[in-house]
C-alpha cells in the first residue's frame, strides 16, 4: 500500500494591480460579462471572459431557465462560444468572476465540475495550459493550468 499526496500550486493576488496588463484585461472583461447574467431563479450572478492565443477575448454569463437544466454557467457559455466562433484556437485562459445580486463574494467562487471537465477538454485540445482566474473581493486566485483545479482528469482522448 502506498500513500499518494496531490499538489495544487495557485498565486494568490489582493488586488488587480498586482496581475499583468493582460491579466487584468481578462479580469475586467469578466466583471463586465457578469453584468448580463440572466439568473432570475438563484440571483447569482457570474462572469466570465476567455483569452484566446491570438489575444482575443471572448464573454459569457450564467444563463438560466424555468427548467433548470436547461440553464447554463458562465464558464461553459464562454467556453462554448470561444469554440463555435473561433474553433482551432487555442484558450489560454478564463477569469471568472460571481457573487449574490450582482456583487463580488469575499473570496473566489470556484467552477462546477461540469466546468472543470470542459475547461479540461479545451486545454486538451489547444494544446497549451489554459490558465484560470477566480475572482474575490479579498483575493483573486490564479491557477496556470486546468490540472490544477482538476487532478485526475476523464479524458477519452488520450
Ligand atoms: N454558476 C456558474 O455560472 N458557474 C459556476 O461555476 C457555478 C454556478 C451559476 C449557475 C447558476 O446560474 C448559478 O450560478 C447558481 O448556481
Not at 447569482?44 to 483569452?51: D, L
Not at 454569463?61 to 436547461?70: D, F, I, L, M, T
Not at 490564479?142 to 482522448?157: C, I, N, Q, R, W
Request: glycine share 8%; hydrophobic share 40%; with cysteine.
Amino acid at each position: 500500500m502506498t500513500g499518494r499526496k496531490v499538489e495544487i500550486n495557485y498565486t494568490v493576488y489582493s488586488s488587480p494591480d498586482e496581475m499583468t496588463a493582460s491579466d487584468r484585461e481578462l479580469v475586467e472583461a469578466a466583471m463586465k460579462a457578469q453584468k448580463t447574467s440572466y439568473a432570475p431563479y438563484s440571483r447569482f450572478n457570474v462572469g466570465a471572459a476567455v483569452r484566446l492565443e491570438d489575444g482575443r477575448i471572448v464573454p459569457g454569463s450564467n444563463q438560466e431557465n424555468a427548467a433548470s437544466p436547461s440553464g447554463l454557467c458562465a464558464e461553459r457559455t464562454a467556453m462554448f462560444a470561444a469554440g463555435a466562433h473561433y474553433p482551432g484556437v487555442a484558450q489560454v485562459s478564463i477569469a471568472v468572476v460571481g457573487g449574490p445580486e450582482q456583487t463580488l463574494c469575499t473570496f473566489p467562487a470556484t467552477p462546477c465540475g461540469a466546468c472543470r471537465q470542459v475547461m479540461a477538454q479545451y486545454q486538451k485540445i489547444g494544446g497549451k495550459p489554459m490558465s484560470v482566474i477566480l475572482i474575490g473581493k479579498k483575493e483573486i486566485w490564479k491557477f496556470d493550468s486546468v490540472d490544477d483545479v482538476l487532478p485526475f482528469t476523464f479524458t477519452s482522448l488520450d
